[in-house]
């Protein structure tokens, strides 16, 4: 696998952005900057706001207020993005049909596609399964599926929710070998997780959010050693974050 | 029993007659489901996947003509093509085309809402995807229409239970003509009405075996699909 160029949509800055959903605030008032390099990795406690803003930096989720640019222009066709949502829908289709549909809608030529698909899905570790349905596939091979047919995007970006929630440790390792071989090729993966020991594993730098706010952003290093705020540290001793 | 006995001996001996009532009908209601799934199909994708003033009584509607009188579709039809109707020079009152023209009006909101409802329905599972996936208006509806197809299916099935089963419409339409626009259904209510049972009989057993072995093709179609295509 070789390196790629810099992200043409990086960096996103988040300029104090706000969410609400109704009554309810998702995110507030966050300001942040996406940087290429290792992984960016969003940790908090449920309904801190962790898919929001993972849909936000894709453009999937307008701003209430505030400003999301990408490379400065704040519109950008998500062409050099590519997201694995948390429960991923599988189309009924095959394992390989399921890719060749994200070939194409990426607007791979159709000749160039099988040998693709099947590039791809080796990748993530499941060649020969080219013809299985992709609803027949257990939780693990969708998720490598969904990772697949995010790839196929040939992003320069990959958000990903929640990659390996409700996995078993050995589907978790191959995920997340899977991600730190497209961080190696130069892609700026930001994923979000419950699992700080992945945070620790993965991260190049740790964005804690709770209640909607950016309450560090720091170095995964740094954020494990020397905590700066009470809620990271309460975080990281294992507390409960309410 | 008797009268049973001789419905049954009309079936096996493959009476002419009898075939060429079965044979119109089938060509009846299949042409009229084609036609109406041209336009039920695409009109109910459009109606799942948009979003305009007034859309949610359009569908009321829509819902609420899946159970259209067949017999005031029939004089509809009827005032249509009659000979001082808009499209009286066409000719095709009292022919098997004024037959598939009024099923089609039967069958077209059943389909149309059928498929609104299951487009919508996969709508809501695949729009995150292809929505990130950057994928166009058009290639949606593909899409859509593509992966519910099997489902898709049981909407042909009902619009092609509600041709088959249908006479109010087509005896206003069609005039019941022997030899030439008389199918099971209208043939069955003429017969019982002149007191020709076995007749009758017969072509209510053909009539739900045909409908027996069109589900149980559907049926099976679906079934192998969804074990291939998940």
Redesign the interface.
């Given at each position: 696998m070789s390196m790629r160029p810099p992200a043409l949509d990086l960096p996103i800055m988040f300029i104090d952005v706000r969410i609400t959903a109704g009554a309810l605030t998702i995110l507030d008032g966050i300001t942040l900057t996406i940087s290429p390099g290792p992984p960016t990795v969003l940790i908090g406690p449920n309904g801190a706001g962790k898919t929001t803003l993972l849909r936000a930096a894709?453009g999937?989720v307008p701003p209430g207020s505030g400003l999301i640019t990408w490379s400065g222009r704040e519109s950008s066709?998500?062409?050099h993005r590519?997201?694995m949502?948390q429960r991923?829908?599988?189309?009924?289709?095959?394992a390989g049909?399921n890719v060749r549909?994200?070939l194409a809608?990426?607007g791979m030529p159709r000749g160039k596609r099988h040998e693709r698909a099947a590039a791809l899905l080796a990748d993530v570790g499941l060649a020969g399964l080219d013809r299985r349905?992709?609803?027949?596939l257990s939780g693990g091979e969708q998720q490598r599926l969904a990772l697949a047919?995010a790839l196929a995007?040939d992003p320069g970006i990959l958000f990903l929710d929640e990659p390996t929630a409700s996995l078993d440790p050995a589907a978790t390792k191959a995920i997340e070998d899977i991600v730190r071989a497209v961080s190696a090729r130069g892609v700026k993966v930001m994923m979000c997780t419950h699992d700080l020991g992945q945070a620790k594993r993965l991260a190049g730098n740790v964005v804690l959010l709770h209640r909607g706010r950016l309450i560090e952003n720091t170095p995964a290093s740094e954020f494990f050693a020397s905590p700066r705020t009470e809620e990271a540290c309460r975080f990281i001793a294992g507390e409960l974050l309410v | 029993m008797s009268g049973n006995d001789s419905a049954l001996q009309l079936v096996l001996s493959g009476d002419p007659a009898l075939f060429a009532i079965v044979r119109l009908s089938l060509l009846v209601s299949l042409s009229a489901v084609v036609l109406a799934a041209l336009i039920g199909v695409p009109a109910g994708a459009l109606l799942a996947l948009t979003r305009f003033r007034g859309r949610e009584a359009v569908i009321v509607i829509l819902n609420a003509l899946m159970g259209l009188p067949p017999v005031v579709v029939g004089l509809a039809v009827f005032l249509l093509l009659s000979r001082s109707g808009p499209l009286g020079e066409w000719g095709l009152l009292f022919t098997p085309q004024a037959m598939v023209i009024a099923q089609t009006v039967l069958v077209a909101p059943i389909i149309a809402a059928l498929t609104r409802q299951t487009i919508e329905d996969l709508w809501v599972?695949?729009q995150?995807?292809?929505?990130?996936?950057?994928?166009g208006p058009l290639?949606r509806v593909r899409?859509l229409i593509w992966?519910?197809r099997?489902s898709l299916v049981t909407a042909l099935l009902a619009g092609f239970g509600r041709a088959a089963a249908e006479v109010g419409a087509i005896i206003i339409v069609g005039g019941n003509i022997d030899g030439f626009t008389r199918t099971m259904t209208t043939a069955i209510a003429l017969e019982t009405s002149k007191g020709d049972l076995p007749l009758a009989v017969g072509l209510g057993i053909v009539l739900i075996v045909i409908v027996i072995i069109i589900n149980a093709l559907a049926w099976g179609i679906r079934r192998t699909g969804?074990?291939?295509?998940?």
């Open positions: 894709m999937l066709d998500p062409k590519a997201i949502f991923p829908a599988m189309l009924r289709r095959s049909g549909y994200a809608a990426a349905p992709a609803r027949r047919r995007r | 599972e695949y995150a995807e292809l929505t990130a996936m950057n994928v290639r899409t992966d519910a099997f969804e074990r291939y295509a998940g």
